[in-house]
């Protein structure tokens, strides 16, 4: 490929006049370091990648690998040495690069740590999104659909829902001991009434995340109260704030219906129990996330105020999630001391019974799931101010177009030359039509590349393969999830060819990003 050339359509002897590393002004050169494609290694395992979150929030899901397909370690395209560096790619034993070999990448990817704002009741935490379909990975049950949104109940619903029924069954049976066995199906009522107050409160975090045009991806009833999962932020502390406080304001409304409700019946009935118990419920789940810590609603709000203030977002966010922190060893060891004292209304324990170590149990879950929240906020936050520096141009890899009839070691031969790392292949009027896939390049053996041609390893391009040079950050993320695929094709906004984007150059610069201190 002739390095120096000006733009224009790329060409199928290889010369495409154009290059990803010369959009980015780097001003010099080098002689490309040939790569010699006699070889084919093997042993490079593939990482296995989880969400850590959340998040939250989807990288490029890439297409899986058959199981007789070898794992791409050998066989490297030249890479160019101008371009954007990524990450360092993995060697393979031999020592040659191979572009887009797997890599652990400890244990977070784009697609599961994708930025969302989750907004929950108890116990808030960042989720990854269910794929779709009624059940997904830490999804649970699909109940139905309000406002267009699907709500899950997660399988931790049902341990709580049988405590609540064993716990409120003992009441009752101090209050009314008529009822027998009975008890246990008002405990059971009052469980399922308890979380359709924990679903209004959440619905109402959905509707205004609508109301600002903010997507919601689902509302998840789970351990401890509900999440709504926002993919996006507020564009202003002004509506960070409203988003926040409309829960725990919808949750006072309910505890106030309720007692309204509860001054109309006897006292000492079922109906009134239930009554005084969904009012006494709601009261605290809208005191408890007022707390000004994050991830809790009152965090939210804390934050929203320090942006405003400060101008900075980001400032926000720490500021409320140190107090998050905070609150949490506050909850570890205050909740347990309260408890024994009297102070939340109830009988003075003794040190070291049974009730004290359900104290500090239920402590210790609550102070942890504050903790963990505010360091999935933090991280989070993190992620948004270093999404920016995730930009096609800077990661897109060199490519040599080539006709689909092209023997694959002619290709390659054409690749090393040019110092491309990528194959396009291309009609004869130079119009781009596929990618040649590098993990089928790496399962071709040596002997056998002079007979095989590039068509037969590459992947149509589809219109959601075709991505501008210009995309960048959360755009960019956004644009690779939509379209899972191992490579992309590159263009300019005429449409001339840039070079291809392996999602897996994206996966790793994130992980690198993140790893970044703020």
Do not use: C
């Not at 990450?87 to 070999?101: I, K, M, R, V």
């Amino acid at each position: 490929m002739d390095e120096s050339a000006g733009s224009g359509r790329p060409q199928p002897d290889g010369t495409d006049g154009r290059r990803p590393d010369a959009a980015e002004g780097s001003g010099h050169s080098e002689t490309p370091r040939p790569v010699d494609t006699a070889g084919a290694g093997s042993g490079a395992a593939g990482g296995s990648t989880t969400g850590a979150d959340s998040a939250e929030p989807q990288p490029p899901a890439q297409e899986p690998r058959a199981a007789d397909e070898p794992a791409p370690d050998a066989d490297r395209l030249a890479k160019t040495p101008q371009s954007p560096q990524p990450p360092e790619t993995p060697q393979s034993p031999e020592g040659q690069q191979t572009p887009g070999a797997p890599h652990d990448t400890s244990g977070q990817t784009p697609h599961d740590t994708h930025p969302e704002y989750a907004h929950a009741t108890g116990g808030p935490a960042h989720k990854t999104p269910p794929p779709g379909g009624k059940k997904g990975p830490g999804g649970g049950l699909l109940m139905g659909r309000p406002f267009g949104v699907p709500v899950y109940v997660a399988p931790s619903w049902f341990l709580v829902a049988a405590l609540i029924t064993w716990v409120f069954g003992g009441q009752l049976d101090r209050v009314l001991p008529e009822l027998g066995a009975a008890r246990y199906l008002v405990s059971l009522f009052f469980a399922v009434a308890f979380y359709a107050s924990v679903l209004i409160h959440e619905l109402a975090h959905t509707v205004v995340a609508l109301r600002y045009k903010l997507p919601v991806r689902r509302i998840q009833l789970q351990f401890f109260g509900g999440v709504s999962e926002i993919e996006k932020e507020s564009e202003t502390p002004g509506r960070e704030f409203v988003l926040a406080f409309v829960g725990p304001l919808l949750s006072l409304v309910l505890a106030g219906v309720f007692y309204g409700a509860m001054r109309l019946v006897e006292p000492g009935t079922v109906p009134g129990v239930l009554l005084a118990g969904l009012m006494i419920s709601n009261l605290i789940v809208a005191v408890f996330n007022l707390l000004p810590g994050l991830p809790l609603d009152g965090g939210r709000m804390l934050r929203a105020v320090v942006w405003k203030i400060t101008g900075k977002p980001m400032s926000g966010t720490i500021a409320a999630a140190w107090v998050g922190r905070a609150l949490a060893i506050s909850v570890l060891i205050g909740l347990p001391l309260l408890n024994q004292s009297g102070a939340l209304g109830g009988e003075t324990q003794e040190i070291g019974g049974m009730d004290t170590v359900t104290d500090a149990l239920l402590a210790a879950i609550l102070a942890a799931i504050i903790w963990t929240g505010a360091g999935n906020s933090l991280r989070m936050a993190r992620l948004r101010e270093h999404l920016p520096e995730l930009r096609a141009r800077a990661l897109t890899r060199r490519a040599v177009p080539v006709e689909s009839a092209t023997p694959l070691s002619e290709a390659l031969r054409r690749a090393n030359d040019a110092g491309a790392r990528a194959l396009v292949v291309v009609d004869a009027d130079g119009d781009p039509m596929s990618v040649v896939r590098e993990a089928a390049i790496v399962g071709v053996p040596e002997h056998r590349r002079p007979w095989v041609t590039v068509s037969g390893l590459a992947q149509d391009i589809t219109e959601g393969m075709r991505i501008s040079a210009e995309l960048a950050g959360e755009e960019l993320l956004d644009t690779l999830r939509a379209t899972p695929a191992t490579e992309y094709l590159v263009v300019e906004a005429s449409g001339e060819i840039y070079g291809v984007l392996s999602a897996t150059d994206v996966e790793r610069a994130f992980v690198k990003a993140m790893a970044r201190p703020t």
